[in-house]
C-alpha cells in the first residue's frame, strides 16, 4: 500500500459520514487532430446547490484516477490529462464537516499530507495537464488546479478564492507555495491575505485570468468546448502560452511586508493564520516547492488544532446554516403573503429601508412623512440609488423603471397604506411618538396588516400596548448601512401572534437578510452587548485611563474598528441614547457617561479628528472630558472589558433574550462585524478562560467551537 493510500484510509477512518466526489475519466479525441485526451470530472453527484468537496475518500477517488492517466501517460495512449469540475461548481475544496472531527495533530498532518501528495502527481505526470475552471473554485478547488500545466477559467464564475485565512487556515495543498511562483508576491499575497480579510472577497472570472491565474478566458455558455479546442492547440504548438519572469528580490519582500501591514490592520496579531501563510509566501521566493509544502502541512496541522480555525468553523456554520434556519421561528405556512409595504418616514433610514424593501420584493412600496418636502426627499433617494444600480449595469432600463414606478410618496396614511400588508416605521426614536405612529397606522391599514418597528432599543410590548391588535406587531431591528450589515433582530412583543412572525420571517428571507428571533427585551442583542463594551470602555476613560490605553486594550481582539472609531460611527448622540435606555432598565450595570453627554451637548460627531489622515484626539474634544485619576494598564482594561460582556451575555442568556449562545454570536458577527477568528465572541469568552472566571462555566459545549475532547 503506498503512503499516500495509507494516509488516506487513516484520514478517512475518522470521517465515515463525508459526501464523497468521484473522479470520472473519460476520454476522446481533441478537436483538429490534437490527440486522444483524457479528462477527469469532479462530482458529488449532488446539484449546484451542493458543492463538490475533498474529503479523504474523494482525494483517494482522485488519486486512483491519476493512477489511471498516469498508466496511460506512460504508455503514450494520452496526449494530455484535464480536470473539471461538474456544471456550476469547479470544487470548492476541503471537506470542513472533516476539519472539525480531527482531534490530533497527527490526524491533522494526514490531511495535509494526503492532499499535497494527491495533487502532486498532476504535475507529475508524462503529459502536460489543463485544469478547466467551468465554475466556483475555492480553498483546494483552486489549488488542484496550480497543480497543472496550464488553466482556463469561465468568465461566468461567480466565486473563485482562497479563504482559508478569513477561516483560520492557510492554503495548505499548495496554494502559498505554488500561487506566488505563478503570479508573483504582490498579487499572491492579494489573493491569499487582502481579499481573505475583507470579508472573504471573491474574484470573477475575469478577475483569474487577468491575474495571471488562468492562461486562457472563454465564455461560460460553451466554456468546456472552448477549452478543448485551446487545448488542441496548445498541444499541437500553435498556441503557446507565455508567463511573467517572476520578481524574487526586492519586490518580494516588500509583498509579504504589505501582507503584514494588511493582516496587523485587520487582526492586530489576535489570529495566527494571516502570519503563518505569509511565512510560507517569504519562504517561498527560493522556488523550492517541496520545502514550501512541508511548511503547509506543519501550518496547516498546527491551525486545525488551534481554538481560531474551530472558531471560524463555527462562524461560518452559523451563518451558512443556522442562518438560513433561524431558532425558535414559527411553522413559514402561517405566513401571509406580502403585494404592498408602506414606511413610516422618508428620513435616511426609512428611506434605505424602501429601497431595500423594493429591491428584493419588487411590490409597491409607499413611504409617507409630515409634510411634502421630506417625502419627496425619500423618493428621490431612492429614484437615484436605482439611477446607480443602472449606471453600473446592475439593472437594465426597464427594470429602473418599473422599480422607480413602484415607489411613491404620500402625506396622508389612509391614501398611502389602506391596502399595505405590511408597514414598517422608521421614525423617531421614542416611546409616545411610535405609539401614536402605529395608532395612526392601525386606523387606517387593513386588519391583517403586519405592523413592524425599527427600534433598536425601545420596548415592543410597550409600543403595541395600546393598539387593538397588538398581536400584529413585531419587531424588525435592521442594521445601518441597511445594505450591507445582513442581521435583522426579529422581536416578539408579549402579543405578537405566530402568524404575524412568521410572515416577519418570510419577508427577511425575501429581504436576503440573516434573521434572529429575539425577546423584546432592552435593546435586543447587538445594541445591548455593544452598549455594555462601550460602557466599559468609557467608565475607564472617565475614571482616568488615557484614551489611546482603553482603545488599544482591545486590540487583540481584532475587532473591525476601535471601540470609539465604532461610536463615530453610530453616531455619539444615539450611543447616548441607547446608553441612556439600558440605564434605566439595568442601572447596576449600565452607566451614562458624563464625558460622552458633553460630547454629544457639544455637537462633536466624535472623539477623533483625521488631520493627519489617521484618527487623533480631537483637542476641542479632550479639553471637554473630566477624568478622575485611576489609571489602568491595557490588560486591565481589557480583563474588564470582557468579564462585563462576559456577564451581560450569560444574563442574556438566563433571561432567554435568544435560544442559544449559538444566536448571540450570529448577531455578532452579522451585525456588527465581530471577526470570523473569534467565532463571534463567546468561544473566545471561553478559550480565554474569562466564561468560567465570570459564570463559572463556558457558555458553549467543548467541540462546538473547539478541538474535540
Not at 498556441?239 to 503584514?260: L, N
Not at 431558532?327 to 413610516?344: H, I, Y
Request: proline residues 5%.
Amino acid at each position: 500500500m503506498s503512503t499516500t493510500t495509507e494516509l488516506l484510509k487513516q484520514a478517512s477512518d475518522l470521517f465515515p459520514d463525508e459526501v464523497v466526489t468521484s473522479a470520472h475519466v473519460r476520454h476522446f479525441d481533441l478537436p483538429s487532430g490534437g490527440g486522444r485526451f483524457a479528462l477527469i470530472t469532479l462530482d458529488n453527484g449532488l446539484d449546484h446547490t451542493k458543492p463538490t468537496t475533498f474529503g479523504p475518500a474523494s482525494l483517494a477517488n482522485l488519486n486512483a484516477a491519476i493512477d489511471q492517466v498516469e498508466k496511460e501517460a506512460a504508455d503514450g495512449a494520452i496526449v494530455g490529462v484535464g480536470i473539471t469540475g461538474k456544471p456550476f461548481i469547479f470544487a470548492v475544496g476541503a471537506d470542513l464537516k472533516g476539519v472539525e472531527l480531527l482531534k490530533n495533530h497527527e490526524d491533522a498532518l494526514a490531511i495535509g499530507k494526503g492532499g499535497h501528495e494527491v495533487f502532486k502527481r498532476l504535475a507529475g505526470l508524462a503529459v502536460p495537464t489543463f485544469a478547466y475552471y467551468n465554475g466556483a473554485a475555492m480553498g483546494g478547488g483552486v489549488e488542484v488546479g496550480l497543480h497543472c500545466t496550464y488553466r482556463t477559467v469561465s468568465k461566468a464564475i461567480p466565486a473563485f478564492s482562497l479563504p482559508e485565512v478569513f477561516l483560520g487556515l492557510v492554503p495548505g495543498w499548495g496554494g502559498c507555495a505554488l500561487l506566488p511562483n505563478l503570479i508573483g508576491a504582490e498579487k499572491a499575497v492579494s489573493v491569499i491575505i487582502e481579499n481573505s480579510l475583507n470579508q472573504n472577497r471573491q474574484l470573477k472570472g475575469q478577475q483569474v485570468f487577468d491575474l495571471g491565474i488562468a492562461d486562457a478566458l472563454f465564455e461560460g455558455a460553451d466554456f468546456l468546448e472552448q477549452s478543448l479546442i485551446w487545448t488542441a492547440q496548445v498541444l499541437k504548438g500553435d498556441i503557446e502560452v507565455e508567463r511573467p519572469v517572476i520578481d524574487r528580490g526586492e519586490a518580494w519582500d516588500q509583498a509579504v511586508a504589505k501582507g503584514r501591514f494588511i493582516a496587523d490592520s485587520k487582526v492586530h496579531g489576535a489570529a495566527p493564520a494571516a502570519y503563518r501563510a505569509l511565512d510560507i509566501i517569504a519562504a517561498a521566493r527560493n522556488g523550492d516547492l517541496q520545502q514550501g509544502y512541508d511548511a503547509e502541512d506543519k501550518a496547516l496541522a498546527d491551525l486545525i488544532m488551534g481554538g481560531e480555525l474551530r472558531a471560524g468553523i463555527y462562524a461560518f456554520n452559523l451563518v451558512q446554516k443556522r442562518g438560513k434556519r433561524p431558532a425558535g421561528a414559527p411553522d413559514k405556512n402561517l405566513a401571509r403573503p406580502v403585494t404592498k409595504v408602506g414606511v413610516v418616514g422618508a428620513g435616511l433610514m426609512a428611506s434605505q429601508l424602501a429601497l431595500l424593501f423594493l429591491r428584493r420584493l419588487e411590490v409597491p412600496v409607499v413611504l409617507t412623512d409630515i409634510d411634502q418636502e421630506r417625502v419627496d426627499k425619500g423618493v428621490g433617494y431612492v429614484h437615484a440609488e436605482i439611477d446607480k444600480l443602472l449606471g453600473k449595469g446592475r439593472v437594465n432600463q426597464d427594470k429602473a423603471n418599473r422599480l422607480k414606478a413602484l415607489v411613491t410618496g404620500v402625506l396622508d396614511k389612509a391614501e398611502g397604506f389602506s391596502d399595505a400588508d405590511f408597514v414598517i416605521e422608521a421614525v423617531f426614536e421614542e416611546i409616545g411618538v411610535k405609539q401614536q405612529v402605529f395608532a395612526e397606522v392601525e386606523a387606517v391599514a387593513p386588519a391583517h396588516a403586519i405592523l413592524a418597528t425599527n427600534t433598536s432599543s425601545l420596548s415592543v410590548s410597550e409600543m403595541a400596548s395600546k393598539l387593538k391588535n397588538p398581536e400584529r406587531v413585531v419587531g424588525f431591528h435592521f442594521f445601518n448601512p441597511v445594505a450591507i450589515l445582513p442581521l435583522l433582530e426579529i422581536v416578539r412583543g408579549e402579543q405578537t401572534d405566530d402568524a404575524s412572525l412568521a410572515t416577519a420571517f418570510a419577508v427577511a428571507k425575501k429581504l436576503k437578510k440573516t434573521a434572529v428571533l429575539v425577546k423584546d427585551a432592552p435593546a435586543f442583542v447587538v445594541n445591548r452587548i455593544l452598549t455594555r463594551f462601550m460602557g466599559e470602555i468609557q467608565n475607564v476613560i472617565d475614571e482616568g485611563t488615557p484614551v489611546e490605553v482603553a482603545e488599544k486594550a482591545v486590540e487583540p481582539l481584532g475587532l473591525p474598528m476601535s471601540p470609539l472609531v465604532l461610536l463615530e460611527l453610530v453616531g455619539p448622540a444615539i450611543g447616548l441614547h441607547v446608553s441612556e435606555t439600558l440605564n434605566r432598565a439595568f442601572p447596576d450595570r449600565f452607566t451614562v457617561s458624563p464625558n460622552l453627554a458633553a460630547v454629544v451637548k457639544a455637537g462633536k460627531r466624535g472623539f477623533y479628528v483625521y488631520d493627519s489622515g489617521k484618527p487623533e484626539l480631537d483637542p476641542e474634544v479632550a479639553a471637554l472630558l473630566k477624568q478622575g485619576d485611576t489609571v489602568l494598564s491595557e490588560e486591565q482594561v481589557r480583563d474588564r472589558v470582557l468579564d462585563a460582556v462576559a456577564q451581560e451575555i450569560g444574563l442574556m442568556l438566563d433571561e432567554g433574550v435568544v435560544a442559544e449562545a449559538q444566536d448571540i454570536d450570529l448577531c455578532l458577527i452579522t451585525g456588527a462585524g465581530w471577526p470570523f477568528h473569534l467565532g463571534g465572541l463567546t468561544p473566545y469568552l471561553d478559550r480565554e478562560g474569562v466564561s468560567e472566571r465570570v459564570n463559572g462555566k463556558k457558555f458553549l459545549a467543548p467541540g462546538v467551537a473547539s478541538v474535540p475532547a
